[in-house]
């Protein structure tokens, strides 16, 4: 496995490489990314993982400075998983000056997780074009966890006719049914124990609606209600249109809910797609 630092090396190293498949990451490695890379292996000959955390995406009052970074982890894991290519660079690697050209994602970015996160999506797009430009994957593969971001990085790779095709990972899930994430880690013991709830609200939400309710706004409050019943503060949580993200309709084919939700200073996220 070869760990780069800087960009010309990079290249250098895969120039020869027709099939990259490739998962950008943040780092802090857990079950839900090595599916990912596994995935990444599967659909493609040279598998390259990023780790890098991105600041652009980070708000003035979110937690950049506390993510939690555990390089020397990541790397055995990636080895573990027989990962070919890890690109480490530091901030000043992928931003030797301010950035002043951004990419504008699609209006969807200001909704959901954008409604509270403002200039969020823009940062992961800028980040994920100047990665699949240095990179040159054929494949990159992104967990169906960040749904949103899911959809907008299929939205940038469409409409800027980007080569790269987009695969999607399902979910990991801890026994309990909490969705595998770094921001995990945050979460106090009382506070581990409440998390799978979000899981278990969406789950009942997705059962009214195949049990004839669609009456989708009912439902979300509903939700939302519950969940502050135990301590929650909640972002939102909503019914909407799997392949468009526009809000839902009884018409639609396949639907998605979404959660977010903070227990304490830790925000989850969440979603589960189904079919009507």
């Known amino acids: 496995m070869d760990v780069i630092t800087d960009i010309a090396t990079l290249r250098r190293r895969l120039a020869g490489e027709s099939d990259i498949a490739f998962v950008p990451t943040m780092g802090n490695l857990h079950a839900g ?5 596994e995935l990444a292996r599967r659909h493609g000959r040279c598998v390259a993982v990023s780790i890098f955390v991105n600041p652009l995406q980070f708000g003035p009052h979110e937690d950049l400075a506390e993510y939690p970074r555990t390089l020397a982890e990541d790397l055995d894991k990636l080895a573990d998983a027989h990962t070919d290519v890890v690109f480490t660079p530091d901030e000043t690697t992928l931003y030797p000056e301010p950035q002043t050209v951004f990419v504008e994602p699609p209006p969807i970015s ?12 823009r940062g992961v797009c800028t980040v994920v074009l100047k990665l699949f430009h240095i990179v040159q994957p054929r494949i990159a593969v992104f967990g169906k966890k960040d749904f949103q971001q899911l959809h907008i990085i299929r939205e940038m790779v469409r409409q800027l006719d980007l080569p790269v095709c987009i695969v999607a990972g399902e979910t990991v899930r801890e026994a309990d049914g909490l969705a595998m994430s770094s921001r995990n880690g945050y979460l106090k013991p009382e506070q581990r124990i409440e998390a799978p709830r979000l899981y278990r609200t969406l789950q009942q939400v997705v059962q009214m609606i195949r049990e004839g309710c669609h ?19 909640v972002d939102y949580i ?20 979404l959660g977010a939700a903070r227990l304490g200073k830790t925000r989850l996220i969440d979603n589960i797609e189904f079919a009507l």
Not at 114 to 120: K, S, V, Y
């Open 238 to 257: 909503s019914v909407r249109n799997a392949r468009t993200l526009l809000p839902a309709t009884p018409e639609d084919g396949t639907l998605v809910v």
């Open 215 to 233: 009456d989708f706004a009912r439902l979300e409050m509903q939700a939302t209600e519950s969940l502050t019943r135990y301590g929650w503060t």
């Open 110 to 121: 200001m909704e959901l997780c954008g409604a509270t996160r403002p200039g969020h999506f």
């Open 33 to 37: 990314h090595l599916a990912l890379v």
